[in-house]
């Protein structure tokens, strides 16, 4: 019988199975949650049914709360009741996992007095990665079966883990060989007739036997957690949450509300409605407008131009999702280091125990090699991977024109170059996109996707479905210098040169970058990246430069001395190995050029450096999106989130913008224009939003 439309109640010799179908993800809404708690009600005024089981149809069971709610005024029933409606059942209640259970899902299954799962099945509780906590009684009732380490070992890395995992935790009693539904059956029927009742897992207490190695544990993860979560709200919550659960002398009722109004507080945290929106964010960039115009073409037979750091690194990226690669070099020398370069990666991987000699074997007999670019004949898609120059693409893109069939895809690798002008140089460029993978390629998971203005519509759909099939975000861009990243970075970096120049020390810029939530600050970057890279791109547009342009020549005079960072010991830091240091020669530098430009330097405050490179990150991000490099916002967001380490918590530099508000961005930059009005020149569209009272958000809503 239907409970609800997505929720029903089907008995078969004495089971009553609780159906959940709530395509895609069977999400807990309020219409499933409703119809667990009412189907509950009808198992246990049904004589017919001796026990439930709690399954679900499509491709996963719960996969957790319905995000989309989040925000939103909550309605009944909330899920913590929903579980304890569960966990009261006169009836044993058990529950049949598949897919991924997480989450929401997870704890419906926790509240059940029994847990079996499809063998292919995974558990999680990754609300930290929305910058919550398990508020549906996961921080109570996992611990109590399984002790604080693996309850917040799941519930602090956010991963799922499989099945077999939870076996060995205890957390899910069988394995289901065949079809999940009768196993789960038979299950149910094994343990009535063992005798076996409701087990109410909030009264458990296995996992509170050893309490001395269980609150040593809370202090250890709370001292690392204060050094690599510092700042972040959802992680300590989750440990206090944890440490409250083994507590003799608080009742499971209410350590379930100081789990909840802990909950409440992480949704209400902006760090909470950063991450939220950097879940959905990354799921919008694959829909652009060319989706509802065209199919992808067929994508069987890869082909990568040239082996050395992004050509390899391409190459390991189409290995690893499981497809042939074909690599081409100039000749057989180059050849072999290319294939040394992609052999490597998976030698690193055996060496670590990732894999088996006998899968890196596997994994290489889909690597083939050639000089001859006649191999290529077959092949869908190309990317050249070749040395960052416009001649020389130029010459491969001439070679892959004459080898290649008709239909196949062109693709280039470069970072800056522009691909209108080399898409013109061959017969078809209708079939030339860009691929800008961010090294190393077969880790880093952006995906700049360069759309020239001749390219067909299936061409761009097929490099956003290689995307999906590499596990790359992929993310639309135009054509323009540096697409969307590298442009705005560029400008940023200027923001943050003119402190430098003005009296702020890179040391002092980048402690501050990094408080506000980067793994490292700008200078760090540039000493681990290579000067000489930055120097190059800055020699490449001297004789573009405006005139009016403020540029500052610190990093000239760094990299005239050689240091190029990491790779020479020495750059804006000074290198023993890993550690780095301060260079007060560096600081004399700084000094030298601030009197050679006349300056007189003046304090910054951690504030004000934050203030201004953000305002000349946003403000520049504005510039993209009003000249249509980047669709959204949002595509802005994910690619620095994943391109440019912008901390997730904060949800990207325009979902912050928002949190901070745009007219108080526009009066910075207004204020700064005073001292550079070429540099600080307020974006149309900031204006223009912050006249009509708009958002980022209503952009990317398509408001
Ligand atoms: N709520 C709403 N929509 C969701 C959703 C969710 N929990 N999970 C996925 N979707 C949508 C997603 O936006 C996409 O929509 C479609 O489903 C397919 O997703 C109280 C409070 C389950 C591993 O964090 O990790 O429970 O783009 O493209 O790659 O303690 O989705 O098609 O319109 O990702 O196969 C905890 C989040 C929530 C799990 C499937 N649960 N989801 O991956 O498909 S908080 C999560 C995922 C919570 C409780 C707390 C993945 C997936 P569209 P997809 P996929």
Redesign the pocket.
């Known amino acids: 019988m239907q409970i609800t439309d997505v929720v029903s109640l089907e008995v078969e010799d004495g089971i009553g199975f609780l159906i959940v179908n709530n395509p ?2 069977n ?2 809404g309020q219409k499933v949650r409703q119809g667990l708690a009412d189907g509950i009600a009808a198992a246990q005024a049904d004589a017919a049914i001796r026990a439930v089981v709690i399954i679900a149809e499509g ?2 069971f719960p ?6 709610e ?1 925000g939103k005024p909550p309605q009944p029933p909330a ?2 009741d929903v579980c304890q409606i569960i966990e009261d059942c006169a009836k044993p209640v058990v529950a049949a996992l598949h ?2 259970a ?4 997870f ?1 419906i299954a926790l509240s059940s007095h029994y847990r079996i799962a499809d063998k292919g099945a995974k558990i999680g ?3 930290i ?2 910058g ?5 009684s ?1 921080t109570q009732r996992m611990p109590r079966i399984t002790g604080a380490g693996p309850a917040l070992d799941m519930m602090l890395s956010g991963k ?1 883990v499989p099945v077999a995992r939870g076996r060995d935790m205890g957390v899910i009693d069988e394995i289901a060989e065949g079809d999940l539904r009768k196993a789960a059956k038979a299950y149910a029927l094994k343990l009535l007739k063992m005798g076996w009742g409701r087990r109410p897992t909030s009264e458990r207490r296995e996992g509170f036997k050893d309490m001395g190695a269980y609150n040593n544990l809370i202090v250890e993860r709370r001292a690392e957690l204060q050094k690599k979560a510092k700042g972040q709200l959802a992680p300590f919550k989750i440990l206090d949450c944890v440490a409250l659960a083994a507590d003799p002398s608080v009742p499971f009722a209410e350590a379930m509300k100081a789990e909840r109004a802990a ?1 409440m507080e992480c949704l209400a945290s902006d760090q909470s409605k950063g991450m939220i929106h950097a ?2 964010a990354e ?2 960039t694959a ?1 652009i407008p060319e989706a509802k115009a065209a199919t992808p073409r067929d994508l069987n037979k890869l082909a990568v131009i040239g082996g050395g750091t992004m050509g390899a690194g391409i190459a390991v990226a189409v290995l690893d999702a499981g497809l042939p690669v074909v690599m081409i070099e100039r000749d057989a020398e180059s050849l072999e280091r290319g294939r040394a370069n992609v052999e490597k990666v998976y030698a690193r991987n055996v060496a670590k125990g990732r894999m088996s000699e006998a899968q890196k074997d596997a994994v290489m007999a889909r690597w083939t090699g050639s000089v001859d670019y006649g191999v290529l004949a077959d092949v869908d898609l190309v990317i050249e991977a070749v040395f960052e120059e416009m001649e020389v693409k130029k010459a491969v893109f001439a070679q892959l024109d004459a080898a290649m069939r008709p239909g196949a895809i062109l693709a280039t690798n470069t970072s800056y170059l522009n691909i209108d002008e080399l898409a013109a140089t061959i017969s078809r460029p209708e079939d030339v996109i860009g691929l800008h993978f961010f090294s190393p390629a077969n880790i880093m998971k952006l995906l700049e996707i360069v759309v020239p203005a001749k390219v067909t519509a299936d061409v761009v759909v097929t490099a956003f479905d290689l995307a999906k099939r590499l596990g790359k975000i992929p993310v639309r861009a135009g054509v323009c210098d540096g697409f969307i990243g590298n442009r705005i970075l560029a400008t940023y970096r200027r923001a943050s040169d003119y402190m430098m120049e003005d009296g702020a020390s890179p040391y002092q810029i980048d402690a501050a970058i990094r408080d506000f939530g980067y793994p490292m600050g700008p200078y760090q970057v540039s000493d681990l990246a290579g000067g000489d890279i930055g120097w190059a791109t800055r020699k490449r547009k001297a004789a573009t430069r405006p005139p009016e342009e403020r540029y500052v020549q610190i990093a000239d005079r760094i990299c005239e001395n050689g240091w190029f960072g990491q790779k020479t010991g020495r750059g804006y830091y000074r290198y023993d190995g890993r550690v780095s240091v301060e260079d007060p020669e560096v600081l004399e530098i700084i000094a030298a050029e601030r009197k050679r430009a006349g300056i007189t330097p003046r304090d910054f405050t951690d504030d004000e450096i934050i203030e201004r490179y953000f305002a000349a990150m946003i403000n520049e991000g504005c510039n993209v999106l009003d000249e249509g490099i980047a669709l959204r916002p949002l595509d802005i967001d994910v690619t620095l989130l994943y391109g440019y380490a912008f901390p997730r918590w904060r949800g990207g530099p325009m979902k912050y913008a928002d949190m901070v508000g745009l007219d108080v961005i526009l009066k910075r930059i207004e204020s700064y224009a005073a001292e550079d009005a070429h540099f600080w020149q307020p974006s149309p569209l900031l204006q223009r939003l912050v006249a009509e009272g708009r958002t980022f958000d209503d952009l990317n809503k398509g408001n």
């Open positions: 895609p993800v999400a807990l491709r996963t996969a957790g709360a319905d995000i989309t989040f899920l913590p897919g991924t997480l989450g929401g899902g704890e509780l990754p609300e990665n929305l919550l906590l398990p508020g549906a996961g799922p909950f879940f959905f799921r919008q829909k």
